[in-house]
């Protein structure tokens, strides 16, 4: 006789009305869908709201090697505290391509999983056996921009349209229309500021250092780690921890976040299980894509100053805050906010939280026909 189990009598034995709807931010994304790919039973009747959620984030880089601000705390969150958060890690692409050639223009194939390579290539100067400061950058702190809008209370907004003749990603309109687009991906503008559907290079600096400065102080940057702090910004950018403590650190460290991002992956055998997803997203502020530098060698002493950037929330790019291969995505909804303040736009929140409970039906409809031709008939 089959059990229960095997042949369940009831759709309360496969489905419950309190499944969770999670909305996941940024890392928060990130350990939501490990916990999925761990527990997905625990999920399947909900859905879930990725926001800003990044496969990978360049600008951690920048705080590992000159440390970064909190505000106007330049101390808080030197190279040394940024080398001990183990979840900084997370957002470091396996491909390691995150320097650009400036010669030749190709991305350098790069192990950032290697201990070796950071001692050799001076990532961090916690495992590094020099500590040269380096000058200051085109992106400032946060805690400088801050004090440059402040200072001078200049609409940020004027200052993008400024870029839009100059730079191939950046497109003027000409018109005072106000354009959304949300579920297609296609260009969005507001106050005639359009980024192109694609996640097109910036080749020419955006502007001058004192308007990049003013970007990183909107809801893109205020909190977002800086690519190109300067180390003479930092007193405390040398390490006070041995090599015989960090290193053995990076090492386990690396190799665990390794394991980590491979388990984040689509898993063919759990699809079933898999709760509906959407995702919100941001292409209108423009993001780091990458360093330039001298080769192979010129990582070792480059100040992350001569960026290239793409279309994004000012932290995470457009196309890598979409889900891996394999994921089913019910609804993505772009809105024209920075990273930091994504679900504060509640309309394109109440967009993906209507398409994660049309999908929930839908799942418990399918189910309740699966139920009915797979339960056995009463004798």
């Known amino acids: 006789?089959?059990?229960?189990?095997?042949?369940?009598?009831?759709?309360?034995?496969?489905?419950?009305?309190?499944?969770?709807?999670?909305?996941?931010?940024?890392?928060?994304?990130?350990i939501t869908r490990h916990a999925i790919n761990r527990r997905p039973d625990l999920f399947k009747c909900g859905g879930v709201l990725y926001a800003g959620v990044p496969q990978r984030c360049v600008n951690v880089l920048g705080p590992l090697r000159n440390g970064d601000s909190v505000a106007f705390n330049k101390d808080v969150l030197n190279a040394q505290a940024n080398f001990s958060f183990r979840s900084t890690f997370v957002f470091l692409p396996e491909d390691g391509q995150v320097f650009m050639d400036r010669k030749t223009g190709g991305l350098i194939d790069f192990d950032l999983y290697d201990p070796v390579m950071w001692q050799q290539y001076n990532l961090s100067p916690c495992v590094s056996s020099?500590?040269?400061?380096?000058?200051?950058?085109i992106l400032s702190t946060a805690s400088g921009a801050m004090a440059?809008?402040?200072?001078?209370?200049?609409?940020?907004?004027?200052?993008?349209?400024?870029?839009?003749?100059?730079?191939?990603?950046?497109?003027?309109?000409?018109t005072s229309r106000k354009k959304t687009a949300r579920d297609d991906g296609t260009a969005s503008s507001q106050n005639n500021f359009i980024v192109a559907p694609s996640d097109i290079l910036v080749s020419e600096p955006l502007g001058n250092a004192n308007e990049v400065q003013e970007i990183a102080a909107t809801g893109a940057g205020a909190a977002a780690p800086s690519m190109t702090t300067p180390a003479a910004s930092n007193p405390q950018n040398s390490c006070t921890l041995p090599l015989s403590v960090t290193i053995p650190y990076l090492d386990r460290t690396l190799r665990e976040t390794k394991k980590f991002r491979s388990e984040l992956a689509f898993q063919p055998a759990l699809a079933e299980q898999y709760p509906p997803c959407a995702v919100l997203y941001s292409k209108t502020t423009p993001t780091v894509k990458a360093a330039r530098v001298n080769g192979l060698e010129g990582i070792k002493n480059s100040d992350y100053s001569d960026l290239v950037f793409g279309a994004g929330d000012g932290v995470v790019l457009s196309r890598e805050a979409m889900?891996?291969?394999?994921?089913?995505?019910?609804?993505?909804?772009?809105?024209?906010?920075?990273?930091i303040s994504l679900l504060g736009d509640l309309e394109a929140v109440g967009q993906c939280i209507e398409a994660l409970l049309e999908a929930r039906e839908r799942n418990k409809r399918r189910l309740l026909r699966t139920l009915g031709r797979s339960t056995p008939s009463s004798a």
Do not use: Q
């Not at 309360?12 to 309190?18: A, P």
């Not at 020099?130 to 950058?137: A, Q």
């Not at 209370?153 to 003027?172: C, F, N, Q, T, Y």
């Open 148 to 174: 440059t809008v402040f200072r001078e209370g200049k609409d940020v907004r004027e200052k993008l349209s400024r870029w839009a003749p100059s730079s191939p990603g950046l497109l003027l309109d000409g």
């Open 130 to 137: 020099t500590n040269k400061p380096t000058s200051v950058g």
């Open 1 to 30: 006789m089959a059990s229960k189990s095997e042949h369940p009598s009831s759709i309360g034995d496969l489905w419950h009305e309190d499944g969770p709807f999670v909305i996941a931010h940024s890392l928060g994304g990130l």
């Open 323 to 339: 889900l891996p291969d394999g994921y089913t995505c019910e609804k993505r909804v772009h809105c024209d906010r920075g990273h």
